[in-house]
């Protein structure tokens, strides 16, 4: 009875350090910079692009990391897609279409990881713009606004600097951050 009691508690706080990630992650991708001042499309898509872009640094800090570390990794990414699914289904999707637009947004985002990953370890500002400005506007979209592809890329290229200065530890405590969009300019 006891160990049962301890293993509920364990299950509760991986619980919370999880959610916590995920939701600084999310917080960091609704940044209101992203959308009105770099044109971001503020559209599920446009938002789904955003939280790729975090969580997409997020794995980028945690690819070497000790096991614990990517033991938290895998349930981030697990509710990363169950939030992704959750919102195609508000978006009226039914049942059936599910699976084929999740199989599409997961070639998406893990498709975007490759490059934005690429660029950072090169250092290559630049190749990381040309991708965002790619991914986020693709060809044939008709934006609201342009994309600052120079902005984002920098903030990326800042916030992956500032995310290799986190510790393993930090990370286990659910004490993720990002910087301030408007801030690490």
């Not at 959610?19 to 971001?40: D, K």
């Not at 509710?79 to 997961?106: C, N, Q, T, W, Y």
């Not at 991708?131 to 342009?146: D, F, L, Q």
Request: proline share 4%; hydrophobic share 40%; no cysteine.
């Amino acid at each position: 009875m006891i160990l049962a009691l301890f293993r509920q508690k364990a299950a509760s706080a991986n619980a919370r350090i999880v959610n916590t990630t995920f939701e600084t992650i999310v917080a960091a991708g609704r940044q209101p910079v992203l959308y009105a001042n770099w044109g971001v499309p503020d559209t599920p898509l446009g938002r789904y692009e955003s939280l790729s872009l975090h969580l997409i640094l997020f794995l980028h800090r945690t690819r070497e990391a000790s096991e614990n570390v990517k033991a938290l990794e895998q349930d981030v990414v697990d509710e990363f897609f169950k939030d992704i699914d959750h919102s195609v289904r508000e978006l009226g999707v039914g049942d059936a279409g599910v699976p084929k637009r999740m199989k599409k947004l997961g070639k998406m985002f893990y498709g975007r990881m490759g490059p934005y990953w690429e660029a950072i370890d090169d250092n290559d500002e630049a190749s990381l713009e040309d991708a965002i400005t790619r991914n986020i506007m693709p060809e044939g979209s008709k934006p609201t606004a342009p994309i600052d592809g120079k902005a984002l890329a920098r903030y990326m290229m800042k916030s992956a600097e500032h995310l290799a200065t986190l510790s393993d530890e930090t990370l286990l405590n659910g004490q993720l951050s990002f910087l301030d969009a408007e801030e690490g300019q």
